[in-house]
């Protein structure tokens, strides 16, 4: 088992070290400079639709869920132990700098965001929820290639609900364990427990997946970045070295970065990919179920969740390390270290602070992962049958990663990752020309006053368009306002 942990895990290393994060930053940069730099010029507009009131049905009723609602979804997929395990082990294993690449890989990132889930809100479709969408579908509807949309969706399947759900189920088990040092028994018990929350949730459908991710999402960023809050504010005197140590051994300067660029770049690029998803086709799959006016406005709001993601989540973790462990030879991997920073600057009772946390992101996370995997099944077969048997499985997968050993998971779903990535970058590079076309009409149109509405009569050469027949299908009874 050892022997095949380690073959997948240097494929898996190879992928995206040699292939998917070279391809990624060139295709980021390219989005970057066509776009005009959206990512930095627009982030007034992306605070302002965030908060856009969600379009009414002719009865009434919300076309599906908000754009707020959305970012939540992609969010709680996005935040997870990741933001925490994954940033502990870059700093271990590359020291602070890894934490400046990490944030440039977000800035960058934020583009090929931006463009993914632009193209998910043009080419989502109508379900019984609302409105479904993502890689798949602009795949299919975008490029004509329905064979290369049924490639995505089960790869993200296999990754996303099943793998990775998976392993936050492992770690939430693992926390509680090291917390309060139960028996054999805790692992089953606390598995079989968030099995059944998961599945009260998830068979209540996308709007009450919504609805939990609302409420959670920010609870549980709330508290990790007070928590942080406190413990920079209590070495405040450590913050000018902790920025010198980023900024200096970014570039292989310092006793632990010398002759390590290379390594330091990879780590903090890699670990800053697989926290904010940025480009890897997942987060369009939530902001295209979201009842917006213009594609535009979900591309802006899924790049703020990138933003959200790195600058804020991973940010408050790499400082509540770097200001309470100055040291960092022989520093443990992933979650300890931010345990130990955690505890030795706030005490003991930290411990039971960070497990609640924990717990909070990765169910959010496991919530957000099934919505991926759900708009997928639905992708390839819309028989109910098959929803219902996804659901179960799902549920399950949740109760075997409690008791399961993490590391093979781990190293398969990072190489099944990377396959995913590589097959959403080929899609969005091709279909990018229709991304910055929209950016320009909604320009435009915000240049003129007005709240930005999309209908396919404005670009009637594309084809597979299907959610955009007029502008009252689109608006609903929210009536457009033209600004003075």
Not at 339 to 368: D, E, P, R, Y
Request: hydrophobic content about 50%.
């Amino acid at each position: 088992m050892e022997e095949l942990n380690t073959f997948v895990a240097d494929a898996g290393d190879n992928l995206w070290t040699w292939i998917v994060l070279p391809v990624l930053a060139l295709l980021g940069l390219y989005f970057t400079s066509r776009s005009g730099v959206v990512q930095f010029r627009m982030i007034p507009e992306m605070f302002r639709t965030l908060t856009d009131k969600t379009p009414l049905d002719e009865n009434g009723r919300k076309q599906s869920v908000s754009a707020f609602q959305a970012f939540t979804i992609s969010a709680a997929s996005r935040v997870g132990v990741g933001n925490i395990a994954g940033v502990g082990t870059a700093i271990a294993l590359a020291g602070p700098g890894a934490i400046f690449w990490m944030w440039t890989m977000a800035f960058i990132g934020g583009a090929s965001s931006f463009i993914e889930s632009t193209l998910g809100q043009a080419y989502k479709v109508r379900d019984k929820d609302g409105f479904r969408g993502g890689p798949a579908y602009y795949m299919q509807y975008g490029l004509g290639q329905r064979w290369m949309g049924i490639l995505f969706a089960v790869i993200l399947i296999l990754c996303f609900p099943f793998a990775f759900s998976s392993l936050q189920a492992n770690t939430i088990t693992a926390t509680f364990s090291a917390t309060t040092g139960g028996g054999e028994w805790l692992p089953s018990a606390v598995g079989a427990v968030l099995a059944i929350l998961t599945a009260l949730v998830i068979f209540g459908g996308v709007r009450r997946i919504a609805s939990v991710t609302q409420a959670v999402v920010p609870l549980m960023a709330l508290g990790y970045l007070l928590l942080g809050l406190v413990v920079v504010g209590m070495n405040i005197d450590r913050i000018p070295d902790v920025f010198a140590a980023i900024y200096t051994e970014a570039f292989g300067f310092g006793e632990m970065a010398a002759g390590a660029l290379g390594y330091i770049i990879m780590t903090g690029v890699k670990r800053g990919m697989f926290s904010n998803e940025a480009g890897l086709g997942s987060a369009p799959n939530a902001g295209a179920s979201a009842a917006v006016t213009h594609p535009v406005k979900q591309g802006l709001v899924q790049t703020l969740g990138v933003y959200f993601d790195t600058f804020l989540v991973c940010s408050i973790t790499a400082f509540i390390i770097l200001v309470a462990t100055p040291d960092l030879a022989g520093a443990e991997k992933g979650i300890v270290l931010t345990q130990n920073a955690l505890t030795s600057t706030l005490g003991s009772w930290s411990n039971i602070a960070l497990t609640v946390i924990i717990f909070l992101l990765a169910f959010s996370s496991i919530l957000g992962n099934y919505y991926y995997g759900e708009s997928n099944i639905e992708f390839i077969s819309s028989n109910p049958t098959v929803l219902t048997a996804y659901r179960s499985l799902a549920v399950v997968a949740i109760l075997v990663g409690s008791i399961a050993s993490a590391d093979l998971v781990w190293s398969t779903a990072d190489g099944i990752m990377g396959l995913m990535a590589l097959v959403n970058l080929i899609a969005i590079g091709l279909l990018s020309p229709v991304a910055f076309r929209l950016l320009k009409d909604y320009s435009a149109q915000r240049r003129a006053g007005k709240d930005p509405v999309f209908t396919r009569s404005l670009m009637p050469d594309l084809t597979g368009i299907s959610c955009w027949e007029s502008e009252q299908s689109v608006t609903g009874t929210i009536r457009v306002v033209t600004k003075p």
